[in-house]
């Protein structure tokens, strides 16, 4: 089945930048597509990011522009690049492939104003 792991989460400014990575077991994201999501206290989770098997990427609209999703074949790792961080964008976020599988725990993702 595999196991994700994520990783990379810290404090940050707004207006800073940040890039945290998903790691992962028993699987190899060349041959998934990819998401990321996040869960804000007290809300449900959310879809932000995703890319294809083709490579064609998709974001939600609050984080498009800032938010970059990339993957490492060789590091066989998933990453994604936030930028002009808001406090808005504080989260838990979780890495995930297509079809989708047991989340992992998460990285938090705090920015202060």
């Known amino acids: 089945q595999g196991r994700l792991v994520e990783s990379g989460g810290a404090l940050v400014q707004a207006g800073g930048s940040l890039t945290i990575s998903c790691a992962a077991s028993e699987i190899t994201f060349s041959h998934y597509g990819v998401t990321w999501y996040r869960q804000a206290s007290g809300k449900q989770r959310e879809w932000i990011a995703g890319?294809?098997?083709?490579?064609?990427?998709h974001y939600e609209d609050s984080v498009k522009g800032r938010f970059t999703i990339s993957t490492d074949s060789a590091k066989n790792a998933l990453y994604l690049q936030m930028t002009n961080l808001k406090p808005e964008d504080t989260a838990v976020y979780y890495c995930n492939t297509i079809p989708a599988r047991e989340w992992g725990q998460g990285t938090q993702v705090t920015v202060s104003s």
């Open positions: 890319r294809s098997l083709s490579g064609i990427s």
